[in-house]
């Protein structure tokens, strides 16, 4: 595998033209306004338009959607008759939605036609949709799987196969049914991963299922770094709600998200802050999907200022008046960190987003973790005339013990 592009390394090509896409593709770009590529498109546009397989890693934010659409879309045929011949897998059903949007934005003025293939949506609407024919096919594993044995689905003729978020995938775990699905594409198609970090899990499947894959490495902690100004802040569990009416007095964000552990804690802290202020939403994996998709839209539209929601259906979310990502419960793994972070300190916003990790006194070490994953070191985040958590009761000494006893 080679690096091509290392952290921080200026990329050698800066403008679409030189990065071997078509004409009518510039044009497109134009008239959406896309005036450069970003990093991850500039390393990784080039080695896939060749058809070569390719990993990249870069998490949502970093332009990744068009940097494996416009390849894909360079070699397939884009008649609306045509076969499906590119299946990108991706782990939630609001990424796979925003994935189809990208994708048919990109494919301009093309008759090609997009479908998402996502659970907790009628399955005959799919159907009906791939009899009339689709050329990009989007959609999270287990529904692409369900398709494909009711037959509805045929991926004999796909040429690229792309998994988008491929860790998430697998920390899900579809990794049974990606390798089904893959073993049901040609095995002459282009493959392209995509993923926010690089395990060996990633690197396991890369191995199996790629052929001599190309990298392209935009290690995570530095772009964040770029886009996010982090911080850490010290809070009592009982004083989280206070230190976060607080941030959102001092900080006043355009749209906020914030994260927490559980289904339960989200509901919660919903139920408090809805009386308090316009414009909240939650996100869970309980609520139905058509609500789900209501909630994404208002939030999109900016009706919804501030989102609760838990890892599940956070990750997928990209939208880019995201101005501030409030960690309520500090996240279990540190890659789940990287994900969060990187919902907000979007390309297309020229300000900086804001990321705030709320961290109880006897979670330093996670806080460890997570400085080590992104290595640097966060900056305390403080509120003046706040108490966000009481001085420690000094330590009890020897005489203030009580003495053993048996009864
Ligand atoms: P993604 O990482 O694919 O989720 O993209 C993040 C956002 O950046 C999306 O809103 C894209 O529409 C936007 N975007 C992608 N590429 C470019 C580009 N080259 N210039 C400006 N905006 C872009």
């Not at 990784?44 to 870069?58: E, L, N, R, Y």
């Not at 860790?167 to 049901?184: A, S």
């Not at 009761?393 to 003495?403: M, N």
């Amino acid at each position: 595998m080679v690096d091509l592009l290392s952290t921080g390394q200026e990329p050698e090509k800066t403008t679409f033209k030189e990065l071997g896409l078509h004409e009518n593709t510039l044009k497109t770009l134009e008239n959406i306004g896309y005036e450069k590529p970003s990093p991850i498109q500039a390393g990784f546009i080039p080695i896939a338009v060749t058809g070569s397989d390719c990993t990249g890693q870069a998490r949502t934010g970093t332009g990744k959607t068009a940097a494996f659409i416009l390849p894909t879309l360079e070699r397939i045929d884009l008649d609306e008759k045509a076969p499906t011949q590119a299946i990108v897998l991706a782990p939630t059903r609001e990424l796979s939605e925003q994935v189809a949007v990208e994708a048919k934005r990109l494919a301009g003025g093309h008759t090609c036609r997009v479908a998402v293939l996502v659970g907790g949506r009628p399955i005959n609407k799919q159907m009906d949709a791939l009899r009339k024919g689709v050329q990009i096919a989007v959609g999270t594993p287990g529904r692409v799987i369900d398709l494909l044995n009711r037959r509805a689905l045929d991926l004999s003729q796909v040429k690229v196969a792309i998994l988008d978020e491929a860790d998430r995938m697998l920390d899900i775990g579809f990794r049974p049914d990606i390798e089904k699905i893959l073993r049901r594409c040609p095995t002459e198609r282009q493959t392209l991963l995509l993923s926010a970090t690089m395990p060996t899990q990633v690197e396991r499947l890369a191995k199996k299922y790629m052929r001599d894959p190309q990298r392209v490495d935009l290690s995570e902690g530095d772009i964040v770094v770029d886009t996010v100004d982090q911080y850490y802040a010290t809070v009592d569990n009982d004083r989280k709600f206070g230190m976060l009416v607080k941030i959102l007095a001092k900080e006043r964000p355009q749209q906020a998200l914030v994260f927490m552990r559980t289904k339960r804690g989200v509901e919660r802290l919903y139920q408090r802050l809805v009386k308090k202020l316009p414009g909240i939403a939650m996100m869970n994996g309980d609520m139905h999907q058509s609500k789900r998709d209501r909630v994404m839209r208002e939030f999109r539209e900016g009706k919804v200022r501030m989102l609760i929601a838990t890892d599940v259906v956070g990750r997928g979310i990209d939208v880019s008046g995201i101005s501030h990502i409030i960690n309520y419960d500090i996240p279990e793994y540190h890659d789940d960190y990287v994900h969060r972070v990187g919902r907000t300190g979007r390309l297309s916003s020229a300000e900086k987003g804001v990321a705030i990790t709320f961290v109880m006194r006897d979670q330093g070490e996670q806080l460890t973790n997570i400085e080590k994953r992104i290595n640097r070191m966060l900056p305390e985040y403080k509120v003046d005339d706040f108490k966000a958590y009481q001085p420690r009761a000094p330590r009890p000494t020897v005489e203030d013990k009580p003495k053993a006893s048996f009864a």
